[in-house]
């Protein structure tokens, strides 16, 4: 029994909740990679979302020669080769017999990439975000050895997604990487087939066949937003809108934004619909709000919803090391505070001018957080949802003094949090609900229970983000 319910139905399945966390990634810089043959499936579902191009990335695992299973390391394009010591040490391989795996191995990867690619260069990574994709991550050594071969092809970011990963798959691999994803990651792990109900294996003809689909797509679309050339004009006169911009002349943006905040420069992801109606600024108390896939996954509904959200993080990468700072409600609350007050500017620069009402997200501390600033602005935030977080951190005086309406959402199967938001919702004086999620854990990690957190969230926004003035 796995205590998270990451399962998935087949790998298009897993591709498609794999792409609703990567929607940050969408641009025409933007290229997927896939790892054959497995991977293929779940890539064609995530080029499709982000509209980019589909390309592959062959690699193939170096297995002990008496359990095959087991990879002692990985080889790809371009003459790359991994070697995972951890597994090659123990297991006693001698040399010559690395070098015959090897040289079996590279035979086969040379037959599939001539197979795959048919005589036809592979897309050009330089300069480009490159995500590669895989159906899983068991031992990493097939997607470290990846993640080398696409930043050795000029990658100018390497985002590594899969649907399911062990838990500790980030200390493994993120240093190969700029970006890590997951949709979950499981605890007992033992085999990525596992969590799939068909996990049959990929022939050679359904990689063609994604890949050719793919190709197809790309050349419909007129070398657009895949290729990253521009539409013709037809001789007409040229639009004065910028991309995305909608029929009023509203633009859409999606952009970094550095901001101070209460002794640092904190860094975000601003993303603006066009006509949007109100912002939602992202508080996580661990401080990596821009590259928590929880956050991202909901934002990007929030988006789909004519929202602009802005995810941030609450504190530097030195600052978060020390656990201590992840409980400092002062300071977390302090920092967002700040960014509410100089966020107005940036977000009237993206929308057009207009001003955007606001609203908070908090998770795990960054909801005492959220609750902090939301006392001390007032009625300049128009309304605060928090995910399995911890609002009775915000201390019983800030609790007394919010004016925002505020939705509590917790996990069913997240008793103590629960008790902990029971409690500080009878200290709130504003309007306030709490929502359970039935069946989620505290990570919201079970099918369908993010999905359910995303549609509270923006029926709470929808119905309580109304205009108003910036924060004072």
């Keep these: 029994m796995h205590a998270t319910g990451t399962h998935f139905t087949d790998r298009t399945d897993a591709g498609r909740r794999l792409a609703a966390l990567l929607g940050h990634l969408r641009g025409p810089r933007t290229v997927v990679v896939a790892l054959p043959r497995g991977g293929v499936p779940v890539a064609a579902e995530v080029a499709a979302a982000l509209g980019a191009p589909l390309d592959i990335c062959v690699i193939r695992k170096l297995g002990v020669p008496y359990q095959p299973e087991l990879g002692m390391g990985a080889i790809g394009e371009d003459g790359v080769r991994v070697i995972n010591d951890h597994v090659l040490r123990p297991a006693g391989v001698t040399p010559e017999q690395l070098a015959a795996v090897e040289a079996r191995e590279r035979t086969e990867l040379e037959r599939r990439a001539h197979r795959y690619r048919g005589g036809r260069p592979p897309v050009d990574l330089r300069g480009r975000t490159v995500v590669v994709v895989d159906?899983?991550?068991?031992?990493?050594?097939?997607?470290?050895?990846?993640?080398?071969?696409?930043?050795?092809?000029g990658a100018e970011r390497v985002v590594l997604?899969?649907?399911?990963?062990?838990?500790?798959?980030?200390?493994?691999?993120?240093?190969?990487?700029?970006?890590?994803?997951?949709?979950?990651?499981?605890?007992?792990?033992?085999?990525?087939?596992?969590?799939?109900?068909?996990?049959?294996?990929?022939?050679?003809?359904?990689?063609?066949?994604?890949?050719?689909?793919?190709?197809?797509?790309?050349?419909?679309?007129?070398?657009?937003?895949?290729?990253?050339?521009?539409?013709?004009?037809?001789?007409?006169?040229?639009?004065?809108?910028?991309?995305?911009?909608?029929?009023?002349?509203?633009?859409?943006?999606?952009?970094?934004?550095?901001?101070?905040?209460?002794?640092?420069?904190?860094?975000?992801?601003?993303?603006?619909?066009?006509?949007?109606?109100?912002?939602?600024?992202?508080?996580?108390?661990?401080?990596?709000?821009?590259?928590s896939p929880r956050n991202r996954h909901v934002a990007a509904r929030l988006n789909d919803a004519g929202l602009a959200t802005f995810l941030f993080d609450l504190l530097t990468e030195d600052e978060e090391e020390d656990r201590r700072n992840v409980f400092d409600v002062e300071l977390l609350g302090a920092r967002l505070t700040d960014v509410a007050r100089a966020l107005p500017a940036e977000q009237?620069?993206?929308?057009?001018?207009?001003?955007?009402?606001?609203?908070?997200?908090?998770?795990?501390?960054?909801?005492?957080?959220?609750?902090?600033?939301?006392?001390?602005?007032?009625?300049?935030?128009?309304?605060?949802?928090?995910?399995?977080?911890?609002?009775?951190?915000?201390?019983?005086?800030?609790?007394?003094?919010?004016?925002?309406?505020?939705?509590?959402?917790?996990?069913?199967?997240?008793?103590?949090?629960?008790?902990?938001?029971?409690?500080?919702?009878?200290?709130?004086?504003?309007?306030s609900e709490l929502a359970v999620v039935p069946h989620a854990g505290h990570l919201f990690e079970e099918p369908g229970t993010l999905d359910r957190v995303a549609e509270l969230a923006r029926d709470w926004f929808d119905g309580h983000l109304a205009p108003c003035a910036p924060p004072p």
């Design 135 to 153: 159906d899983g991550i068991a031992t990493g050594s097939t997607a470290r050895a990846a993640c080398l071969i696409v930043r050795a092809r």
């Design 161 to 291: 997604a899969v649907p399911v990963a062990p838990r500790e798959w980030t200390e493994r691999l993120s240093g190969v990487a700029d970006e890590l994803v997951c949709v979950g990651t499981p605890s007992p792990f033992f085999a990525i087939g596992e969590f799939y109900a068909d996990f049959s294996q990929t022939e050679d003809a359904e990689v063609l066949r994604h890949l050719a689909a793919a190709r197809a797509g790309e050349a419909g679309s007129g070398g657009g937003a895949r290729s990253g050339g521009e539409a013709g004009s037809g001789g007409g006169a040229a639009s004065t809108d910028p991309p995305g911009a909608d029929d009023d002349g509203v633009p859409a943006s999606d952009r970094e934004v550095t901001l101070p905040a209460a002794g640092a420069r904190l860094t975000g992801r601003l993303t603006v619909p066009a006509g949007a109606r109100g912002i939602v600024v992202f508080a996580h108390g661990s401080g990596s709000g821009r590259h």
């Design 348 to 431: 009237a620069r993206a929308a057009g001018g207009a001003f955007l009402p606001l609203g908070l997200f908090g998770a795990s501390t960054g909801a005492a957080a959220a609750l902090w600033t939301a006392a001390r602005l007032g009625h300049g935030v128009g309304a605060v949802v928090s995910r399995g977080g911890r609002p009775d951190l915000a201390g019983e005086e800030a609790l007394g003094t919010v004016l925002a309406p505020t939705l509590l959402i917790v996990g069913g199967r997240d008793e103590v949090v629960i008790d902990l938001n029971r409690r500080a919702r009878e200290r709130l004086r504003c309007e």
